[in-house]
């Protein structure tokens, strides 16, 4: 059974820092591209980064880069996404995705909040 399951949100003030976790379960981690999305409300939802197989490559959204860093841990298969410099529009739930091929899982999401 394919399980995902991210942590680390919460609310933080404008500045601070999260890290959030995915720990997946149930299929082979380590073929997988791992990436974070996040969904402000009323908006769609947005690629944030995404991370390699290997952890050779990584992508970011023009609107993080410079702040958050993707990172993956393919003997624990958990992928980590450090926040830095948090902003308001930062504000979202954050996602968890896995692709390989035509195979794509989804945690349940973690809210972030930034507000003073």
């Known amino acids: 059974q394919v399980q995902i399951v991210e942590s680390g949100g919460g609310l933080v003030q404008p500045g601070g820092s999260l890290r959030l976790s995915c720990v997946a379960s149930?299929?082979?981690?380590?073929?997988?591209?791992m990436s974070w999305y996040r969904q402000a409300p009323g908006k769609g939802r947005e690629l944030v980064a995404s991370?390699?197989?290997?952890?050779?490559?990584?992508n970011y959204a023009d609107s993080v880069k410079g702040r958050f860093t993707i990172s993956r841990d393919n003997a624990k298969n958990t992928v980590f996404l450090q926040m830095n410099n948090l902003r308001s529009e930062d504000t979202a739930v954050y996602y968890c995705?896995?692709?390989?091929?035509?195979?794509?899982?989804w945690g349940q999401g973690t809210q972030v909040t930034v507000s003073s």
């Open positions: 995705n896995a692709q390989w091929g035509w195979n794509s899982y």
């Open positions: 991370i390699g197989s290997n952890g050779g490559s990584t």
């Open positions: 149930g299929f082979t981690f380590s073929r997988y591209a």
